[in-house]
T-cell receptor, first 115, second 115 residues
Framework: DAMVIQNPRYQVTQFGKPVTLSCSQT?????MYWYQQKSSQAPKLLFH???????NEADTPDNFQSRRPNTSFCFLDIRSPGLGDAAMYLC??????????????FGPGTRLTVL | AQTVTQSQPEMSVQEAETVTLSCTYD???????LFWYKQPPSRQMILVIR??????QNATENRFSVNFQKAAKSFSLKISDSQLGDAAMYFC????????????FGQGTELSVKP
């Protein structure tokens, strides 16, 4: 089945130690998104890629970066994780932008713990 | 800036009964889309139903329907004949029709279904 895959499902890192989260998709979608969902809060968009074009949200901390080496893969890099970065990170994809039926398909998320 | 508010952190319903989840939003845009997403425990978020602001007719998907009141900026979800598998966190979300794919989520409503 076509899907959005996130690895690992659970990630533990130490304060200040760089960490990379991975997302892959078999849907061949143009757009890939990264959302941060802190405990009991709404998911919040960090950035998205439209093909190779990177689009950062204005309030995304510089500590968060992303790479998309090809259509299928997208990575979230946290350069120096702080305790406040502990959260569920959701990857999503959509075929395109704009139209009502360009729905977003979500992966299962990676739960990041910062010690 | 657009905001989405879900005022019910938790709801409970008896199996086979009907439940309505509330959502209000604030926007100055005239063209936008509204969504309800379901996030079961430890599983990925999936789209339940979608609505375009320009369409007055309320969307329906099997047991799920919405009551869209554009003037009141209200978008409630009705689940009929509730099933145990409906237990999940439900998020209301807004997406601008003109500003890409960013979803703005409400805080979520956790729905439990009693057998």
């Amino acid at each position: 089945d076509a899907m959005v895959i996130q690895n690992p499902r659970y990630q533990v890192t130490q304060f200040g130690k760089p960490v990379t989260l991975s997302c892959s998709q078999t849907l061949n979608h143009n757009v890939m998104y990264w959302y941060q969902q802190k405990s009991s809060q709404a998911p919040k968009l960090l950035f998205h890629y439209y093909d190779k074009d990177f689009n950062n949200e204005a309030d995304t901390p510089d500590n968060f970066q992303s790479r998309r080496p090809n259509t299928s893969f997208c990575f979230l890099d946290i350069r120096s994780p702080g305790l406040g970065d502990a959260a569920m990170y959701l990857c999503a994809t959509s075929r395109d932008l704009g139209h009502l039926y360009n729905e977003q398909f979500f992966g299962p998320g990676t739960r990041l713990t910062v010690l | 800036a657009q905001t989405v508010t879900q005022s019910q952190p938790e709801m409970s319903v008896q199996e086979a009964e009907t439940v309505t989840l509330s959502c209000t939003y604030d926007t100055s845009e005239s063209d936008y889309y509204l969504f309800w997403y379901k996030q079961p425990p430890s599983r990925q978020m999936i789209l339940v139903i979608r609505q375009e602001a320009y369409k007055q007719q309320n969307a329906t998907e099997n047991r799920f329907s919405v009551n869209f009141q554009k003037a009141a900026k209200s978008f409630s979800l009705k689940i009929s004949d509730s099933q145990l598998g409906d237990a999940a966190m439900y998020f209301c979300a807004y997406r601008s029709a003109n500003k890409g794919g960013k979803l703005i989520f409400g805080q979520g409503t956790e729905l439990s279904v009693k057998p």
